[in-house]
């Protein structure tokens, strides 16, 4: 099928870039834990209140433009950490979400270990894209969330115009805005993200003569 000729010929690439091979399971669970980016050129280790993840910091950069100013701009401590004040087990939960790229993720059994909407509420805060989205369709089929619930998260946010296409019930947002006060502007105009040149890891590959900037992450 294609999808299986996709993975392989991005697992040639992965070992082209860096001459390893990958052994993963496609059959195994595969969590953030396991997709270890140590020996990445763009390897970043964030301290996540007491708990350190070993991250692609081009990766999350494109999956969010919240990191995209932040690894841009963040300084590491002695340790040589940079420190993001989270909750380290909605963050773990929320890596698991986007990592890896392979995979497939099933919106009706979406494996979490903290409350959705505290997974919700850091993936707009941090606002990576692709999280929200996941965890609105997600949500929408979950009877332990109910819709006020999650419009309530989305307008504290700020972030309703941003997913409101993902909404079938605009009425709701009109009944629960007057109630309900917006606590951070996590609003986002979801342009597409590029990868940059600053990225550690970027890669220029030429592909029959037209040269492309790449995440080689």
Same mark, same amino acid.
């Given at each position: 099928?294609?999808? $299986?000729?996709?993975?392989? *010929?991005?697992?040639?690439?992965? $070992?082209? &870039?860096?001459?390893?091979?990958?052994?993963?399971? =496609?059959?195994?669970? +595969?969590?953030?834990?396991?997709?270890?980016?140590?020996?990445?050129?763009?390897?970043? @280790? &964030?301290?996540?209140?007491?708990?350190?993840?070993? @991250?692609?910091?081009?990766?999350?950069?494109?999956?969010?433009?919240?990191?995209? =100013?932040?690894?841009?701009?963040?300084?590491?401590?002695?340790?040589? &950490?940079?420190?993001?004040?989270?909750?380290?087990? #909605?963050?773990? =939960?929320?890596?698991?979400?986007?990592?890896?790229?392979?995979? @497939?993720?099933?919106?009706?059994?979406? =494996?979490?270990?903290?409350?959705?909407?505290? #997974?919700?509420? &850091?993936?707009?805060?941090?606002?990576?894209?692709?999280? +929200?989205?996941?965890?609105?369709?997600?949500?929408?089929?979950?009877?332990?969330?109910?819709?006020?619930?999650? *419009?309530?998260? *989305?307008?504290?946010?700020?972030?309703? $115009?941003?997913?409101?296409?993902?909404?079938?019930?605009?009425?709701?947002?009109?009944?629960?805005?007057?109630?309900?006060? #917006? #606590?951070?502007?996590?609003?986002?105009?979801?342009?597409?993200?590029?990868?940059?040149?600053?990225?550690?890891?970027?890669?220029?590959?030429? @592909?029959?003569?037209?040269?492309?900037?790449?995440?080689?992450?």
């Amino acid at each position: 099928p294609l999808q $299986d000729t996709m993975h392989i *010929m991005i697992r040639r690439f992965f $070992d082209f &870039l860096f001459g390893i091979s990958n052994a993963t399971n =496609d059959s195994a669970k +595969v969590t953030h834990a396991s997709f270890n980016h140590s020996s990445f050129p763009d390897a970043k @280790v &964030l301290q996540v209140r007491r708990k350190n993840f070993v @991250v692609s910091s081009s990766y999350l950069s494109l999956h969010s433009p919240f990191f995209y =100013d932040f690894f841009l701009n963040a300084n590491a401590n002695e340790a040589g &950490l940079i420190e993001l004040d989270a909750d380290p087990l #909605v963050f773990s =939960d929320l890596l698991n979400i986007i990592y890896p790229t392979s995979k @497939v993720i099933d919106f009706n059994a979406v =494996d979490l270990n903290s409350p959705i909407i505290e #997974v919700l509420s &850091l993936a707009l805060r941090l606002k990576v894209r692709y999280a +929200v989205k996941t965890l609105l369709i997600y949500a929408k089929d979950n009877s332990k969330v109910s819709d006020n619930e999650i *419009m309530r998260t *989305m307008i504290q946010h700020n972030a309703f $115009d941003s997913y409101k296409f993902l909404f079938t019930s605009p009425n709701l947002y009109d009944e629960l805005m007057p109630t309900t006060g #917006v #606590v951070r502007d996590d609003s986002d105009n979801l342009v597409p993200i590029v990868v940059s040149p600053t990225f550690a890891d970027a890669v220029q590959i030429n @592909v029959e003569g037209i040269k492309f900037l790449v995440s080689s992450s």
